[in-house]
Nanobody, 131 residues
Framework: QVQVADEGGDAVQAGGSLRLSCALRRYRPNMYCVSWWRQGSGKDRERVGSLDATGKTSYVDAVKDRFSISGDNDKSTYTKTMLYLEMNNLKTEDTGMYYC????????????????????WGQGTQVTVSI
């Protein structure tokens, strides 16, 4: 069972940048799709972006061209793989708790999970963007 741990959240000013980290253990890239999710106060959880089992990334329109998912491919092992969510030109509406989440590929379609609750989640990391 893959294990997920996320970190790197912070308070930043609008227009700033931040990089969130996701440590995956017992993870094989071609066996899972990995997604970043966020939930703002009083808002529904929403998917931000995903990395599918073939290495293709996708993003929701609200963050496209500002956020990107990357990884330390040269350093990746089954024991530990690091993925990152690079966030640029942050806006106040990006404020929320961010989660890294992994789902076995047979439960993924179009690169993201059919049911994200049927997967492994990080504990979440808070991102606060202020004016």
């Amino acid at each position: 069972q893959v294990q997920v741990a996320d970190e790197g959240g912070d308070a930043v000013q609008a227009g700033g940048s931040l990089r969130l980290s996701c440590a995956l253990r017992r993870y094989r890239p071609n066996m899972y799709c990995v997604s970043w999710w966020r939930q703002g106060s009083g808002k529904d959880r929403e998917r931000v972006g995903s990395l599918d089992a073939t290495g293709k990334t996708s993003y929701v329109d609200a963050v496209k061209d500002r956020f990107s998912i990357s990884g330390d491919n040269d350093k990746s092992t089954y024991t530990k793989t690091m993925l990152y969510l690079e966030m640029n030109n942050l806006k106040t509406e990006d404020t929320g708790m961010y989660y890294c989440q992994a789902t076995a590929r047979e439960y993924c379609r179009g690169g993201y999970p059919l049911d994200p609750d049927f997967g492994a989640w990080g504990q979440g990391t808070q991102v606060t963007v202020s004016i």
